[in-house]
């Protein structure tokens, strides 16, 4: 997905846009870049960060650099910030972002007169730059970003800034979250509200759904106001979350410890320990072992010191083994044990089926699974969630395809989605015996929604029950 931090400061901001975008490494693993302005102009810099951590790639640049206003990411996709110059002015721009209507927008701007876009290596038109030739469609830089905000199909939220200041714009349904810090002398706009914590900042204010601001070292102004229709994307909780942010009020530990509660009280099953794949279903494992009072314990340590995040690289054969490889047992809590194992979903199905695998190997007697989501039957259309390019590399819509001869219609499909249905009895039994647990249970949708505790209203569920 990807995550962005932004820094107006009194003072040179470089130390705290380099650890506020370092807070943000949890969101992507491809490419980090920097960008500030200061008495000689703007600077850039930009690394790929997939083999070596934000920190170590830009240790060097943070020595060098140095301005009064910064902005930098942490990107899954395309390299950014970019410079761009136009009759705006030369400004740098940042984006997290999902465009689904691309070749619409590049064709509507060719007609317009735009000349030419640059090709990434992989053929792709650059995100960013599409948002920055949009934005330069309009006669100022509000109207632009407002323009560009709106003529996206899928999400976006961006910052961009220039020698007048930093602007902020969250996606027009507020999919991605933008918070604001403030400390004596300096504003900043991040993603991740703990970003910017250690650095001295507090909570200033959380952005609505397509607002804009506009921020110095000395103030931060509203220049539009927020909608009133929001769908903040759900999965931020269930699993993109750091476990100490909080989005829309909800703290992102305190939802998951919620939900293992939740799946606590509507379970049966009596096995010895609870426990978590590290690490994002720790939280939900501690709720559930509190509200059942079965045991919680570690009986697999995941090795992080050199491993990277196990859905890197992107060759498939590869992730596989990096997520078996970087788990490691502990015996005695493993062996002759019965244990139900809580993870954030299921997607693939292949690493958690690799997983079971390896605690069978390790001697336990039953591995029984709790998905703190329900089954996910639809690919996103608002965030760069996975990069899976077909709904059937989701194992629950291949096992409905099997099941319905691949004749399966979204009338259909909203019948697996309901967990009180026969199908999706017989579909959760499928998953189960496909991937070789003791038993399967997924997380409710309305249970978890609840965990949430915000308006249902505002939460998008479309991976879940295809509800845009």
């Known amino acids: 997905m990807g995550g962005f931090f932004g820094v107006a400061s009194k003072q040179d901001c470089v130390f705290d846009l380099f650890f506020g975008i370092d807070y943000h490494s949890h969101l992507g693993t491809r490419r980090g870049g920097m960008a500030v302005y200061g008495e000689e102009g703007f600077n850039r810099a930009i690394h790929n960060i997939e083999n070596a951590p934000f920190r170590t790639k830009f240790d060097k640049d943070m020595q060098t650099m140095n301005g009064y206003y910064g902005i ?28 689904n209507n691309v070749d619409e927008l590049v064709k509507k701007l060719f007609d317009n007169g735009h000349s030419h876009f640059l090709e990434m290596s992989g053929g792709d038109i650059n995100a960013t730059e599409l948002i920055a030739s949009l934005i330069n469609q309009k006669s100022n830089l509000i109207e632009g970003i407002k323009y560009a905000i709106d003529s996206v199909e899928g999400s976006v939220s961006l910052l961009l800034m220039n020698q007048a200041g930093i602007y902020a714009a969250r996606d027009k349904f507020g999919r991605t979250p933008i918070v604001i810090g403030h400390k004596e002398g300096a504003f900043c706009a991040s993603f991740e509200n703990f970003a910017y914590k250690n650095l001295g900042y507090k909570d200033y204010k959380e952005l609505g759904p397509g607002e804009i601001v506009a921020f110095t070292d000395e103030s931060c102004v509203t220049l539009v106001n927020p909608g009133k229709n929001m769908k903040i994307c759900t999965f931020l909780w269930v699993y993109y979350g750091y476990p100490s942010s909080s989005y829309e009020g909800t703290s992102v530990e305190q939802m998951r410890y919620n939900c293992g509660a939740k799946m606590a009280m509507r379970d049966n099953v009596k096995p ?18 509190n509200a059942s009072g079965v045991p919680f314990s570690r009986p697999f340590i995941k090795y992080t010191p050199t491993w990277p995040r196990s859905f890197m690289p992107t060759i498939q054969s590869k992730r596989n083994l990096i997520a078996k490889m970087k788990l490691l047992a502990v015996d005695e809590l493993i062996r002759d044990k019965s244990l139900l194992l809580i993870d954030d979903s299921i997607v693939r199905g292949t690493q958690l089926r690799e997983t079971t695998e390896f605690l069978y190997e390790s001697g336990a007697k039953e591995v029984h ?24 590399d989701l194992i629950a819509r291949r096992v409905i395809a099997r099941l319905e001869d691949g004749k399966e219609t979204p009338e259909i499909i909203a019948e697996y989605a309901n967990p009180d249905s026969e199908k999706y009895e017989r579909m959760v039994e499928e998953i189960r015996k496909e991937l070789n647990f003791t038993s399967l249970r997924f997380n409710r949708l309305d249970d978890m929604l609840d965990s949430v505790g915000i308006d249902k209203c505002n939460l998008c569920t479309y991976c879940w029950d295809g509800r845009e």
Do not use: W
């Not at 899954?76 to 740098?92: F, K, M, N, W």
């Open 272 to 289: 010895d320990i609870v426990a978590g794949v590290p690490d994002s279903g720790t939280a939900h494992a501690v709720g559930y072992a």
């Open 72 to 99: 930098g990411c942490i990107s899954d996709y395309e390299p950014q910030p970019l410079i761009v110059r136009s009759h705006h002015g030369t400004y740098a721009l940042t984006t997290v972002s999902k465009i």
């Open 369 to 392: 699974i709790r998905p703190a989501c329900p089954p996910l039957l639809y690919g996103c259309k608002y965030l760069n969630f996975s990069r899976s390019t077909s709904e059937m």
